[in-house]
């Protein structure tokens, strides 16, 4: 089991908990794109020592950059994300991780060199304070790496949007959910941002198996639902898909687009990478 230290204050944050069995079958990457999104970040990271990853999870980022030959740490408020990460390690811890939230951070000032956080900020309703954190561990020059892209493409944000109507939700993410809020905050903080290149990953997809998916709660906004709401939702999402699209069943191409975004932080040496 990783290093345990506070799981800090209830900041509200959604725990991944439940999802720890089926979470990396449900974000497949291609060989391809880890691979292009481990250099893509591998370039922006190296040299800038030990790299904080917060909502870490099964390490499905973190894993291939710490292969890589990078320092990384990793911070999660669910235990048995944690305890997937280290299962696909080995066994062991494969570099410092903490059961902790974003929002209070157990580190000191200026501890790191740069930050990741890969479809987190979406889950922290005080996710400003989690910002806020960020430019506090990381030393001034360093660089936040942040990636909001969900994947899926339009017809799974279409469909999605159609199963929270259906359901009553008012919301569909409890934190971030619109990136240029996150761009103000961080911008108010004296970041300057970058996007960094965008990887598209082919897909497929029929619309049967993508309801069944929101019906039997695979994505986290579904978990605010009980099971009545969830069905009721999917048979209304099935009939307008339907009338929309035509077959259910048919096999659909689908493309989820990979978006990295850098902010890097004020201060440090003007001569020093990132600044
Ligand atoms: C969608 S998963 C992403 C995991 C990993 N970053 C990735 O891209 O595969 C979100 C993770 O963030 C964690 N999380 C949610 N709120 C958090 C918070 N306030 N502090 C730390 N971790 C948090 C969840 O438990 C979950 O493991």
Do not use: N
């Not at 691979?35 to 870490?56: D, H, K, M, P, Y």
């Not at 991780?97 to 740069?114: E, I, K, Q, V």
């Amino acid at each position: 089991m990783a290093s345990k230290s506070s799981s800090g204050p209830s900041s509200g944050s959604v725990s991944f908990d439940r999802a720890a069995g089926f979470y990396d079958s449900s974000r497949t990457l291609s060989p391809e794109g880890e691979a292009w999104v481990t250099e893509l970040l591998g370039a922006e990271l190296a040299g800038r020592g030990r790299c904080l990853e917060i909502g870490v999870g099964t390490g499905r980022v973190a894993l291939p950059l710490h292969r890589s030959g990078l320092p990384m740490a990793g911070v999660d408020i669910s235990p048995k994300m944690v305890d997937r990460l280290v299962e696909k390690a080995g066994g062991r811890p494969p570099f410092p991780l903490a059961l902790a939230d974003a929002t209070a951070l157990p580190f000191g000032g200026g501890t790191f060199g740069a930050a990741l956080a890969a479809h987190v900020f979406h889950l922290i309703p005080p996710w400003r304070q989690g910002v806020a954190e960020l430019a506090r561990v990381v030393r001034p020059g360093g660089v936040v790496l942040v990636d909001l892209t969900g994947g899926g493409g339009q017809l799974f944000l279409d469909v999605r949007e159609r199963f929270a109507a259906a359901a009553g939700l008012e919301r569909v993410h409890v934190g971030v959910a619109d990136p240029g809020e996150l761009q103000d905050c961080f911008a108010s903080l004296g970041a300057t941002s970058r996007d960094l290149p965008r990887f598209e990953e082919p897909g497929q997809v029929s619309l049967d198996g993508l309801i069944a998916r929101f019906e039997r709660a695979d994505f986290s906004y579904t978990w605010r639902m009980d099971d009545e709401t969830r069905h009721r939702a999917a048979g209304e999402v099935r009939a307008w898909a339907k009338a929309t699209y035509g077959s259910l069943e048919k096999v659909r191409a689908t493309s989820s687009t990979i978006g990295w975004r850098a902010y890097d932080l004020p201060g440090g040496d003007p001569g020093a990478k990132g600044a």
